[in-house]
């Protein structure tokens, strides 16, 4: 599990790592049930931390809840993992967030395409958007997992962490540049493979 692997490291700067479960499976239509949790959750944690900047990252059905989440109250920063995100999905609730979509070229279940054409048209409305590739990974995470551990945990510090804390872990300047386009659609191309950085 991502959070109990990377927990410890955000503790050590201040920052609090929680989980949370959906109350029902799938998506539920119009009813949107996921995303209704996720803002439940982001109300409590405004609740116990008061004005705390807050991170959202979710797996597949979560990265789209966390997607369509993104303009709750006290959210600064989204990271999709292997996001569900079909055709048409909104966009508007990204404004003055920052997102981030990572995705596995073997992924099955969920279509990295998909989260492609999605961040090429927010970022070309305006947000800030980016992307990373994991080659050879698939829906599960569990392929390169020390490398979806290592996105995490750099995409939280470089939204949450102070000017002055420790220095970022390894592929915050991943994070960094993927940020900054370099690309006629306005994405860079960032890959991560066999432990080396490609752009």
């Not at 799938?26 to 004005?51: F, H, I, K, M, S």
């Not at 079909?86 to 989260?115: F, I, Y």
């Amino acid at each position: 599990m991502i959070a109990r692997a990377v927990a410890p490291r955000l503790a050590g700067q201040g920052i609090a790592v929680h989980t949370m479960s959906f109350r029902y499976q799938g998506w539920n239509g119009d009813e949107r049930a996921p995303v209704a949790d996720v803002r439940w959750a982001v109300e409590r944690c405004v609740q116990r931390y008061g004005d705390a900047p807050i991170v959202l990252a979710g797996h597949s059905l979560g990265g789209r809840a966390v997607v369509n989440a993104a303009d709750a109250p006290g959210v600064i920063g989204v990271l999709g993992l292997a996001p569900w995100l079909p055709p048409d999905e909104p966009t508007a609730q990204l404004a003055g967030r920052r997102l981030l979509l990572a995705h596995g070229t073997q992924d099955r279940v969920t279509s990295p395409r998909s989260s492609f054409e999605y961040a090429v048209r927010a970022r070309a409305e305006g947000y800030d958007v980016a992307r990373i590739v994991l080659p050879g990974s698939g829906h599960t995470l569990l392929a390169r997992a020390r490398d979806w551990n290592r996105l995490v945990l750099a995409f939280s510090h470089s939204c949450l962490a102070e000017a002055d804390s420790a220095a970022p872990p390894r592929y915050a300047d991943v994070i960094a540049g993927a940020f900054h386009a370099a690309a006629p659609d306005g994405l860079r191309r960032v890959l991560i493979s066999d432990g080396r950085v490609r752009v």
